[in-house]
């Protein structure tokens, strides 16, 4: 791999950091946004319904991803089984930001416990922080919820998520709606893609009141069009040419049959060090400025020197 190979590598990175920032919507003025986008149809086009984990894939240096898995639910807990089943028709919300967020101020508990309790749906919320203190009677506190076993049962309504990929392919794959409460990474960018066709509703979490949360809920709840868009989003997601199963055994045994398939094999893997972190590549360029600054100050100070000779020889005539 070349001076050339390194330059398109490292650009490359460079775009993908922008690209990400593009995505999560910072460094974007108010007439720019990743919305508007996502409705045009560019930017976020490719495998939406598999959660872009060919894209990823394709970053990481393999080529096959075998998305679109099987979510096949368990049974509940009684104990947890029963609290739904008392929900009656009203059903059920699925409340999960996720186990990276332990640390959520009493003040947002309290906001998201109060319109909670103003639903009459029954709440299964993982939280393991302080109980707030407007947590209502429809609502259940648990460290840990088996989430894709709750979104696969017939009396969930509606999903409360932070964005995460398993959280949102879960949801799209039982075709729940959801309300989305991204934080960081590429939570905004799956939310805003669910917002964008019609399967969810974007709240920030810091700046949300009791009222936006309970309106939102109402909304995803009471109004068809959301649940109609995530289940012709579910359907998309179930209808493949193959199995997620037998496509898996499919690459198994062809990299078995050609031997470990070396021509799939990330060429990063055979990069020394200083190549894999472009340091050759960085130095280059580094050498490239510096050699510039060097010409650029060298001519400023033979112009200074020569307008100042002239300006001698002025004087003295």
């Not at 807990?77 to 990276?100: A, K």
């Not at 409360?160 to 398993?166: A, F, K, P, R, Y």
Request: hydrophobic letters at 40%.
């Amino acid at each position: 791999m070349g001076i050339p190979d390194h330059l398109t590598c490292l650009w490359r990175n460079l775009y993908a950091g922008q690209e990400a920032t593009v995505r999560m919507g910072h460094g974007t003025t108010n007439w720019f946004q990743i919305g508007k986008g996502v409705r045009q149809g560019c930017i976020l086009s490719p495998c939406l319904f598999n959660l872009y984990a060919e894209y990823i894939m394709r970053n990481t240096g393999l080529d096959e991803a075998l998305a679109g898995s099987p979510l096949n639910c368990k049974e509940i807990q009684p104990e947890m089984e029963e609290f739904v089943q008392s929900s009656g028709e009203h059903g059920i919300v699925v409340l999960s930001l996720g186990s990276m967020i332990s640390n959520m101020s009493e003040e947002r508990a309290n906001v998201i416990a109060s319109a909670l309790a103003q639903i009459p749906q029954k709440v299964l919320w993982r939280y393991d922080g302080k109980k707030p203190d407007t947590l209502g009677p429809n609502t259940r506190l648990y460290k840990w919820i088996p989430q894709n076993d709750l979104l696969g049962h017939p009396k969930t309504k509606a999903f409360i998520t932070h964005g995460g990929s398993n959280g949102i392919y879960e949801a799209i794959y039982h075709g729940v709606p959801m309300v989305g409460l991204p934080l960081f990474a590429d939570q905004p960018h799956n939310v805003v893609h669910m917002t964008a066709k019609g399967a969810a509703i974007r709240l920030d979490l810091e700046r949300m009141s009791t009222e936006d949360l309970l309106n939102a809920l109402k909304e995803v709840i009471s109004n068809p069009f959301y649940k109609e868009n995530v289940m012709r989003l579910s359907a998309i997601q179930h209808d493949q040419p193959m199995k997620p199963l037998d496509r898996a055994i499919f690459w198994i045994e062809f990299v078995m049959r050609h031997r470990g398939a070396k021509h799939l094999r990330p060429a990063a893997h055979d990069l020394t060090w200083f190549q894999y972190h472009s340091l050759d590549v960085i130095g280059f360029l580094l050498a490239c400025v510096a050699t510039a600054v060097f010409v650029i100050t060298k001519c400023c100070l033979f112009c200074c020197r020569k307008c100042a000779s002239i300006g001698k020889k002025g004087k003295r005539d």
